[in-house]
């Protein structure tokens, strides 16, 4: 039943899965061994940037209208995908940084500002967001960095660290201190272009080293009184806070998605591994516990890409709602991601921990896939986010007439899409939360026998919304700051939980007849793993298990990706 949906991959994405080659290729400069190789030395992989370089990544992250290929977000984390699922060091090394500093840039630059950044990343050049403080970690409004205003401009001082590629790159943004007082309205974003600034008055600080992306080459920089001329600044004075956060509403949105990519190969190794292991008579893909996480986990992917397809097309359609979205995306794609590489571990045994060998890139790929929860923003900073909106989206969106908006450019995931406006982004969704309302339209439609089961869950889901929207437009203030109870921070999981479960129905609803996303036994699978429980969920039903293993076993042998496009991989 395999069949790649239109529209969802562009051909590009095609093209840079065969320039990249195979993973078991011998022959093929991005293997997985040499890909190792790098990583054993904590070097980026010199043979992918190369052929990253050829491929023009760049021109990835630089909209359609300043000269590059950006035009639709779920096409650019496909085409990250294929990056991802080899080396996560080199999406993040090469391309995720410069992309974080480039969306900051579409965001909050004028036009020349935003023309020669352009011109830098189409020229293959890096641009670093240097936001990160020690002292200060997500906290973004403690940012210690100053940036004076002087009779001939700015003068910047303090020490930016742990920021990917400072010491490689050609330019950067910058946020920093322009009040001294506190409040949202402190600080400004700078762009700093190396090539003309002082170099007596930086200084590279030494690289930070890690665990998992040892090759991702994580630095800092000191600046001393660094003169700037006044039109370096990126946006309004003390816009600096407001500018970032919306632009990070994209990446939070499509950095976790791209990593599904790396999902897809600790999936397929797993598979190759257990297909050829000779146990008890048969092989381990015989043992019904095999069997059944193995599936749990093709599920659990499928979850993940369509909340993060639902997320990168809500960038285009519900723009205004994106700040809730985005913190949705990140903190429920990152767990599923998580947890899913931890149990294909366990199915790998002592083989996930071997540094060579048909299954040695597997331990690379679970040390890589940490910093999904933590970096950039971590999934607690998203729920801190999310809370404080609660209330409102209860009130106006979760039981009112925002139900009747129609959503299938949301849903349809093949279907063209609007422009990507930067400019259209909030701090804010004013309680507007079309996504979760939507989920009164099945609640209310008829459903055939046949899919009896599937009503039920989506009425019942339906109720708990009506449920939660009680709870949270009682909340007060003081329920809703950093110092929060549990208890309430337990609300936004509620929260996350009946929102992916309303993508998922959404989705199958939208979805191509002739396509697996039709089959409602994933739906019943994606259902079933998210339902309320304490614990971790129990097995598949066996007719549903069937059908995924089916599915996963056939796309495995036909050199398919496992994700929501099927398209063939260079394997």
């Known amino acids: 039943m395999t069949l790649t949906p239109p529209g969802l991959a562009p051909k590009r994405a095609d093209e840079l899965e065969d320039l990249l080659g195979g993973l078991t290729d011998p022959a093929n400069p991005a293997r997985a061994e040499a890909i190792l190789d790098a990583d054993e030395r904590a070097e980026m992989f010199a043979g992918g940037e190369a052929l990253l370089d050829t491929y023009g990544l760049n021109a990835e992250f630089v909209p359609a209208a300043l000269g590059g290929r950006l035009s639709r977000a779920d096409h650019l984390a496909e085409v990250m995908r294929s990056v991802y699922r080899r080396d996560p060091a080199l999406g993040l090394g090469y391309g995720a940084s410069s992309l974080i500093a480039g969306v900051t840039l579409w965001t909050a630059g004028d036009a020349r500002q935003s023309a020669h950044a352009a011109g830098l990343l189409l020229d293959g050049r890096r641009i670093a967001i240097a936001f990160h403080e020690l002292a200060h970690g997500n906290d973004m409004a403690g940012t210690d960095f100053t940036a004076a205003t002087v009779p001939d401009g700015l003068l910047l001082n303090g020490r930016k660290e742990v920021v990917t590629n400072i010491r490689r790159a050609d330019a950067l943004v910058v946020l920093a201190r322009t009040d001294p007082k506190p409040g949202p309205r ?19 600080l030494p690289r930070f080293r890690t665990v998992g992306m040892r090759g991702v080459q994580l630095g800092g920089l000191a600046f001393d009184d660094l003169p700037l001329p006044a039109d370096a600044r990126l946006g309004a004075s003390g816009a600096g806070l407001e500018n970032a956060l919306k632009a990070l509403q994209v990446t939070r949105t499509v950095l976790p998605v791209m990593a599904t990519g790396a999902l897809d190969t600790g999936l397929r190794i797993a598979l190759t591994h257990l297909a050829r292991r000779r146990l008890y008579g048969g092989t381990a893909l015989d043992i019904p516990h095999v069997r059944s996480v193995l599936a749990g986990v093709f599920a659990d992917l499928l979850r993940a890409e369509t909340l993060g397809a639902v997320g990168a097309r809500a960038l285009h359609v519900l723009p205004g709602s994106a700040s809730v979205y985005s913190a949705v995306v990140k903190f429920e794609v990152a767990r599923l991601l998580l947890d899913a590489m931890d149990r294909l571990a366990e199915l790998l045994g002592a083989h996930f921990y071997l540094r060579q060998g048909p299954t040695g890139l597997f331990q690379k790929l679970l040390r890589d896939m940490a910093p999904v929860g933590f970096g950039h923003i971590a999934r607690a900073a998203c729920q801190m986010s999310l809370l404080p909106q609660l209330p409102l989206l209860a009130r106006r969106s979760w039981t009112g007439p925002a139900a009747a ?61 009506v449920q939660l929207a009680e709870i949270c437009r009682r909340l007060i203030p003081m329920d ?58 129990g097995p598949l039903p066996e007719h549903v298990e069937d059908t995924l293993l089916t599915e996963l076993l056939e796309r495995h042998r036909s050199g398919r990706s496992f994700g929501l496009t099927a398209r063939p991989l260079a394997v």
Not at 186 to 204: G, K
Not at 459 to 464: L, N, V
Request: aromatic share 8%; proline share 8%; glycine share 4%.
């Open 405 to 465: 908006e129609p959503l299938d450019d949301l849903f349809a995931l093949g279907a063209e899409l609007p422009a990507l406006r930067f400019d259209r982004f909030a701090l804010h969704a004013a309680g507007r939360d079309p996504l979760a309302a939507s989920l009164h339209a099945p609640a209310d439609a008829p459903w055939t026998a046949d899919h009896a089961d599937l009503g039920a869950a989506v009425r019942a889901d339906r109720a708990e919304l």
């Open 186 to 204: 402190s600080h400004s974003l700078m762009f700093v272009d190396r090539a003309t600034a002082d170099p007596d008055r930086l200084t590279d």
């Open 480 to 537: 809703l700051g950093v110092d929060a109870r549990p208890e309430h921070y337990d609300l936004v999981t509620r929260y996350v939980r009946l929102l992916t479960r309303t993508a998922y129905v959404q989705v199958w609803r939208h979805a191509d007849p002739a396509g697996f996303l039709a089959d409602p036994a994933w739906l019943r699978a994606a259902l079933h793993r998210s339902a309320a429980r304490p614990h971790r969920p």
